[in-house]
């Protein structure tokens, strides 16, 4: 196979892994883009809105996150998460709510104006994501998730493994 990113490769095959990966990227900025887009229209820091991510998703999976969770997550001190969460609490983006067992624990979960302002950006991607997945099988979107898994796993075991090695 040809170096990566130097002009087309041979084989259909390589020509569709070349495809696939150009494609990766460009969702990577646009989806990016996006991020930031929300953030400035609502005074967030993009690590806050990398938070909110964290937090719906969690929260989505029925496990909503510790203020300690979201910090590994984050990679940042308990000190730095806790000014994220003190911020994105105050703009009413998220809230703390104590455990019904452990009352000591806090879960961090979406607020309800946090909701709605995210509804109301991201919303408009539902119509999006029907027409695109909408006429796919079940086989096929089977197929579509295991390879963003693959690729999400891939790419956070580089990262885990980039942080073993010094800085340049």
């Keep these: 196979m040809g170096e990566p990113g130097y002009g087309p490769r041979g084989t259909e ?3 569709l892994v070349e495809e696939v990966e150009a494609l990766l990227r460009r969702v990577t900025v646009e989806s990016q883009r996006l991020g ?8 967030l820091h ?10 719906m998703d969690a929260e989505g999976a029925g496990a909503p996150l510790t203020p300690g969770e979201l910090a ?6 308990s000190g730095a998460t806790t000014a994220v969460v003190d911020r994105l609490e105050k703009q009413g983006h998220i809230r703390r709510d104590r ?4 009352r ?12 709605a302002v995210a509804m109301d950006f991201f919303g408009r991607l539902a119509p999006l994501q029907e027409e695109v997945m909408g006429p796919m099988s079940d086989a096929d979107l089977a197929v579509v998730r295991r390879f963003l898994t693959g690729m999400a796993d891939g790419i956070a ?7 073993d090695e010094p800085a340049p």
């Design 72 to 77: 590994a997550k984050l990679r940042l001190s």
């Design 13 to 15: 095959r390589e020509r």
């Design 157 to 163: 075991a580089h990262r885990r493994a980039l942080d």
């Design 104 to 115: 000591r624990k806090l879960h961090l979960r979406w607020a309800e104006h946090g909701m």
């Design 99 to 102: 455990d019904d067992v452990d």
């Design 46 to 55: 993009p690590t806050d809105f990398e938070a909110l991510v964290h937090v």
């Design 36 to 43: 930031h887009e929300f953030a400035s229209r609502h005074g």
